[in-house]
């Protein structure tokens, strides 16, 4: 079992849906939360990050993390063509020398 | 700004050749790391060094070396390519303690036949 879950999608949705993406883990170690976005051969870039549980919100993106239920979200309102793209959440574990831990990321279109 | 500069962004390699992956950074960071991408798998680490003079294996390092030249130069060799090391490869540093924030290169598209 791999230590973080991310369905692969491909996700599809209108132009202005409210978009829910999500992450499960399996360590509860893991105390860094991030999520990336990555354009078609780009590299990764960071979109949000959060320490332990609760929200952040920046713009039309909010991301939530819920420790005692090892969950993690990202929300993306009023959704735009220009979100077309791959998520990818990421965590470090406590101690972890910083190394980050990927799923696998969701694929993520946005049709006008 | 240059960020995370990766060489080269294309490669072929036959069966059996060696090649380095060069990454250089412009952003004093501590720490560099060698991550693969390949569908379905995510990002995984291949190798990181935490701080120059300092290397360590990640999660996939079989088959990879690793070179921290400088605290700038994080390079990547393959001694003896095999088809499993068709990926695309991903350099990136991060400010050592900083929980996040890795910078990512723009990647290294290497197909082994």
């Known amino acids: 079992q791999k230590e973080v879950e991310q369905d692969p999608g491909p996700l599809s949705v209108p132009e202005g849906a409210i978009v829910s993406l999500n992450c499960t883990y399996s360590?509860?170690?893991?105390?860094?939360f991030m999520w990336y976005r990555q354009y078609s051969r780009k590299g990764p870039e960071l979109l949000m990050y959060?320490?332990?549980?609760g929200n952040k919100e920046d713009g039309r993106f909010t991301a939530q993390v819920d420790k005692s239920s090892k969950y993690i979200s990202l929300f993306i309102r009023d959704s735009q063509p220009s979100d077309s793209a791959t998520y990818l959440c990421?965590?470090?574990?406590?101690?972890?020398?910083?190394?980050?831990?990927f799923g696998a990321g969701t694929r993520l279109a946005v049709h006008p | 700004n240059a960020g995370v500069t990766q060489t080269p962004k294309f490669q072929v390699l036959k069966t059996g050749q060696s090649m380095t992956l060069q990454c250089a950074q412009d952003?004093?960071?501590?720490?560099m790391y060698w991550y693969r991408q390949d569908p379905g798998m995510g990002l995984r680490l291949i190798y990181y060094?935490?701080?120059?003079?300092?290397?360590d294996k990640g999660e996939v390092p079989n088959g990879y070396n690793v070179s921290r030249l400088n605290k700038r130069e994080f390079s990547l060799r393959l001694e003896s390519a095999a088809p499993s090391q068709t990926s695309v490869y991903f350099c990136?540093?991060?400010?050592?303690?900083?929980?996040?924030?890795?910078?990512f290169g723009s990647g290294t598209r290497l197909t082994v036949v």
């Open positions: 990421a965590m470090i574990r406590s101690g972890g020398y910083n190394k980050l831990i």
């Open positions: 952003m004093n960071h501590n720490s």
């Open positions: 060094s935490a701080s120059e003079g300092t290397t």
């Open positions: 959060t320490y332990s549980s």
């Open positions: 360590n509860s170690a893991f105390q860094y």
């Open positions: 990136a540093s991060s400010e050592a303690g900083q929980g996040g924030g890795y910078t």
